[in-house]
């Protein structure tokens, strides 16, 4: 990367629907100030940045008017960062899921390329990119663990196929108590991980006992303000929310059933086995659009929810009924995680 335009095309191709796994990032536009006319806006589509931004000016507009569950107005003008995402904390943590080691808005997409290819060769192959035997675990960098590996419960996804939705439910609520206590500022950002992540999710962490919260939410790079930590956290919660309701993440259907009144999730996906370009298309702003959200299962309204929970520092029992109960509801009839309708049928010939 030694001219721009060697840049500009390692930005291209980090940002193809190949090397996605989530409703679409984009951590270059309008980075440092909004409706930034560059060649950058066709890289990606920022569609957790537009929700996030819309239920923050949603929760704004209604603080203090209600504690249950929130339904937006379709004329919301989004809350945003008139210095730039960059600047943008909350923002920046809604980045986090997809980018944990903060490679994309540094500059440094082609490490990010490289890792994702490793690890999708690693996955589906069982093979490290120098043929050797290998498996994601405890010890890889996070950006291998969330896409292809054991943590792809931050994108509301299944670590492999065949994994019971009960138990892809229970890694969420459990990153979800997690990050809720960081938002609220329950937790010490600088307290060591194995001293404050939940019990169930502690194992996924054995590797990383030095870590303090503020490094695993900010290994390279912060902004200075005081609750920076804070909103990295509650960043994280509503990524994780938001890709609950992408077709690539998991099939939800959104009438009553009886044991889930207001909607439930059939089946967690797990992304491991999908074609990426299938899974990516159900990521992009049309998908989003034309989606049929009921108001209580709509992923702007949820979002607003969450960010008035934290507002008003609910307690987590509270939210953690809402989130079950509403969000994450499964009942009896829920499928073990497979990759869906968005399984490869023609996957890459692995290397021997």
């Known amino acids: 990367m030694h001219t721009r335009s060697i840049r500009v095309a390692a930005l291209c191709l980090c940002f193809s629907p190949s090397l996605a796994s989530a409703h679409k990032i984009h951590p270059l536009q309008d980075k440092y100030k909004q409706d930034s006319q560059t060649i950058l806006r066709r890289a990606s589509e920022p569609v957790h940045e537009q929700i996030t931004q819309l239920a923050r000016a949603c929760q704004e507009e209604k603080k203090g008017t209600t504690n249950g569950p929130l339904s937006c107005p379709a004329d919301l003008t989004p809350s945003r960062h008139q210095g730039g995402n960059k600047h943008d904390a909350l923002i920046r943590g809604i980045w986090w899921n997809d980018d944990p080691n903060q490679l994309l808005f540094a500059l440094r997409q082609t490490k990010f390329i490289a890792w994702m290819n490793d690890a999708e060769r690693i996955a589906k192959c069982g093979v490290n990119w120098r043929g050797r035997q290998a498996s994601i675990g405890p010890s890889y960098y996070m950006t291998y663990r969330s896409h292809y590996g054991d943590l792809q419960f931050i994108h509301a996804m299944a670590s492999r196929d065949g994994e019971p939705a009960a138990e892809t439910r229970q890694n969420i609520m459990a990153w979800a108590e997690f990050a809720y206590a960081v938002a609220i500022g329950q937790l010490d950002p600088e307290a060591k991980l194995p001293e404050v992540v939940p019990l169930h999710v502690r194992g996924f962490f054995q590797e990383q006992s030095g870590w303090t919260i503020n490094y695993l939410f900010a290994p390279m790079y912060r902004l200075s303000a005081a609750d920076y930590t804070r909103k990295m956290a509650a960043g994280s919660l509503l990524h994780m929310i938001q890709d609950s309701y992408a077709a690539g993440h998991a099939k939800r259907e959104f009438g009553p059933s009886a044991q889930c009144k207001t909607g439930r999730v059939v089946q967690f996906h797990s992304y491991t086995n999908q074609d990426p370009d299938s899974h990516a298309e159900h990521d992009r702003l049309e998908a ?48 073990d995680a497979s990759a869906g309708e968005f399984k490869d049928e023609n996957p890459k010939e692995c290397r021997k």
Do not use: H, M
């Open 288 to 335: 989003w659009r034309i989606r049929e959200f009921t108001p209580v299962q709509n992923p702007v309204n949820v979002s607003a929810t969450l960010l008035s929970f934290i507002e008003r520092k609910a307690d987590w029992q509270e939210v953690k009924e809402y989130l079950q109960g509403t969000v994450f509801c499964i009942d009896d009839s829920a499928e």
